[in-house]
């Protein structure tokens, strides 16, 4: 059994070409892919309705930043693994202690990392 098998993970990133490379890497996984998105727009209507156990947020996309999105999902407690060109000082003080990714980041260090953020969900949910 892949280690996320069936997890529904949000993943909102405006690149097509990276957003399809997330979206390969999770199905490897085992995940269920809810997007992927570009549109803040979209992705908060996803947050604030679908069933999630997890979501891939790219900080920039189209509309604007990312951190509403974020922030329904925490209220939800939904775990959320950043990606960003930038470093962790530049997220706001409230996302700064979440997992992120650093753009341009290898499938490797995807893997790994959503593992180690959703994985806690499928020991929550087990």
């Known amino acids: 059994m892949p280690p996320l098998a069936d997890l529904r993970i949000l993943v909102v990133e405006d690149e097509v070409f990276i957003a399809w490379e997330i979206e390969q890497r999770l199905q490897r996984l085992g995940c269920e892919v809810v997007g992927p998105v570009g549109h803040l727009k979209h992705a908060l ?20 930043v990312v951190y509403p999105v974020a922030e329904e999902l925490l209220a939800r407690n939904v775990p959320v693994l950043l990606s960003t060109g930038y470093g962790p000082n530049t997220l706001p003080p409230a996302f700064r202690d979440l997992p992120y990714l650093r753009k341009p980041f290898g499938a ?19």
């Open 108 to 126: 490797g260090q995807l893997e790994i990392l959503a593992q180690e953020a959703f994985a806690r969900r499928r020991r929550n949910t087990d």
């Open 45 to 64: 209507e996803l947050a604030r309705t679908r069933t999630l156990d997890g979501a891939l947020l790219d900080v920039n996309i189209k509309g604007g």
